[in-house]
């Protein structure tokens, strides 16, 4: 069951979008634009700073990806906590040390996040 699942919530919510999208100050664009205008490759950066940081979660990360992109390592349709069906993030429960880079749970985006004990 969808939050959208009639036609009027489906209307409400096409609303709210369409005045956050209006309503949104234009000042705010332009400054996001300029800074990545100025700052082509900050993300990139960002993620490279994290990943010599923690370098153990870029080696757990590659040792599954690779896994699924073989086929050695079946990727489930729904998660393993919920059962929503749809797309699934692996959740490295036992950390990023070598001998567990392989024990992952498949969960859906939200379930990950309250794992991670991220709020938001």
Known sequence: MSRY???EKRAIHAEEQRRY?????????VTKRKYKEAHPNAKAEETKRHF???PEKLRARKAISSRVHRGRLKKPDACSK???VGYVEAHHYLGYAW????????VCKPC???LEGVSG
């Open 99 to 106: 001998e567990h880079r392989l024990d992952v749970l498949w």
């Open 112 to 114: 990950h996040r309250e």
């Open 5 to 7: 699942d009639t036609p």
């Open 21 to 29: 999208r209006v309503g949104r100050p234009a000042q705010v664009r």
């Open 52 to 54: 010599e940081k923690y």
């Open 82 to 84: 919920c059962g929503a």
